[in-house]
């Protein structure tokens, strides 16, 4: 829910493109990836193939954001198979949260901080300016001197 929100703001507030993809298994995709580097290795007279998350991805264009309720390292597995710039925002912890919402606000993976890191992907490329990172921020209500969810 959170990630079609922010896909739907970076739409209309922003126009900026954007795919939405579920990740059902990680852990799957990550696999897949090293038996292909494998056979690749293994087989240099062969023509290289890609792994199926490379080969999907490839065929976009921008910064990648994976945003889950796990911790960060789950979805970070694949980084070397992402052909693009690789952004993941995840929950590194449990039990600081009445419920979910602000669970997500905390480890900041709601949609605001979902527009943020594409946002910040984006001026990163020198395809927006500075102001409008710091307008989405005062519009919701980031806090710019927020603890870090990882030093609490």
Not at 1 to 9: D, G, L, N, S
Request: without cysteine; neutral net charge.
């Amino acid at each position: 829910r959170e990630v079609r929100k922010a896909a739907r703001i970076l739409r209309e507030e922003y126009s900026v493109a954007v795919d939405v993809w579920s990740v059902t298994s990680f852990n799957e995709l990550r696999k897949e990836a090293l038996a292909v580097a494998r056979e690749n290795m293994l087989q240099p007279d062969r023509q290289a193939t890609l792994p199926y998350v490379t080969q999907q991805l490839g065929e976009q264009q921008g910064p990648v954001i994976a945003a889950t309720d796990y911790m960060k390292a789950y979805s970070d597995q694949i980084r070397e198979f992402v052909p693009d710039s690789y952004r993941v925002l995840g929950t590194d912890g449990f039990g600081r949260s009445d419920n979910r919402k602000q669970l997500r606000h905390f480890f900041e993976v709601d949609s605001k901080f979902i527009v943020l890191a594409a946002l910040t992907e984006l001026k990163e490329r020198k395809l927006i300016a500075d102001t409008v990172i710091i307008d989405h921020m005062k519009t919701t209500g980031i806090d710019r001197n927020k603890v870090s969810p990882l030093a609490q």
